[in-house]
């Protein structure tokens, strides 16, 4: 069976420091991967999407990026992380054209 | 762009009342999924529903595709109902994955 893992659980930052959040799916090959932000009390926010090795679509000009090194592989990242990139960062999978998708655990991301 | 539209935003209701929740989608869909939130975070999937009506329990869901709207309902509620539910709509096309704003629901015991 398919599973997505996301990591880590939580994390505290300071202003300025560099990001990398990882996600990762087993069980199936060649999946779409996607990154939302959850600020607090609030909905869930397309941030990237990526079809396949090396291709990102990127939803909101932002202080993000992403990039998917290998096929089951999507990395959230930042080289210097602001006070308003707090929130929850949730990855998720889905096979392709008509299919269910699926989300990780997600990051609770404090910057300070 | 795609708009989804969720109502309403929030809703509180005793133990054992029933509940319709509402997704209204701006263009046409090949899939719409509903969720839910739990307190600590982890969206769990409740139905995949492109079109028809699906049943799980005391939960069912009703989308009418053509009218761009889909429904959720919740018989006799349970204080672990509580949470916040999203529909979000997959398009084919452009692969995105757009949530609506959700409904935040408190059951009271």
């Known amino acids: 069976s398919q599973t997505i893992h996301q990591w880590p659980a939580t994390l505290v930052q300071p202003v300025g420091s560099p990001l990398s959040l990882e996600c990762t799916v087993e069980?199936?090959?060649?999946?779409?991967l996607y990154w939302y932000r959850q600020a607090a009390g609030r909905g869930l926010q397309l941030l990237f999407y990526?079809?396949?090795?090396?291709?990102i679509s990127s939803e909101v000009p932002q202080n993000l990026s992403a990039s998917r090194p290998q096929d089951r592989q999507f990395i959230l990242s930042s080289k210097k992380l602001l006070l308003s990139d707090s929130g929850f960062y949730l990855c998720?999978?889905?096979?392709?054209?008509?299919?269910?998708?699926?989300f990780g655990q997600g990051t609770r991301l404090t910057v300070v | 762009g795609i708009q989804v539209e969720q109502s309403p935003p929030d809703l509180i209701l005793q133990e054992g009342a029933n509940s319709t929740l509402r997704c209204n989608f701006s263009?046409?869909?090949?899939?719409l999924q509903w969720f839910h939130q739990n307190p600590w975070g982890q969206l769990i999937n409740l139905f995949y529903?492109?079109?028809g009506t699906k049943q799980n329990g005391r939960l069912s869901a009703t989308t009418v595709a053509t009218e761009r709207y889909s429904l959720l309902y919740i018989s006799s509620s349970q204080t672990t109902d509580s949470g916040v539910y999203f529909c979000?709509?997959?398009?084919?096309?452009?692969?995105?994955?757009?949530f609506g704003s959700g409904t935040r629901l408190s059951i009271r015991p």
């Open positions: 990526s079809v396949g090795i090396g291709q």
């Open positions: 069980g199936t090959s060649n999946p779409n």
């Open positions: 979000a709509v997959l398009y084919s096309s452009a692969s995105k994955i757009i």
């Open positions: 529903i492109p079109s």
């Open positions: 998720a999978w889905r096979k392709g054209a008509n299919t269910e998708a699926f």
């Open positions: 263009d046409s869909v090949n899939n």
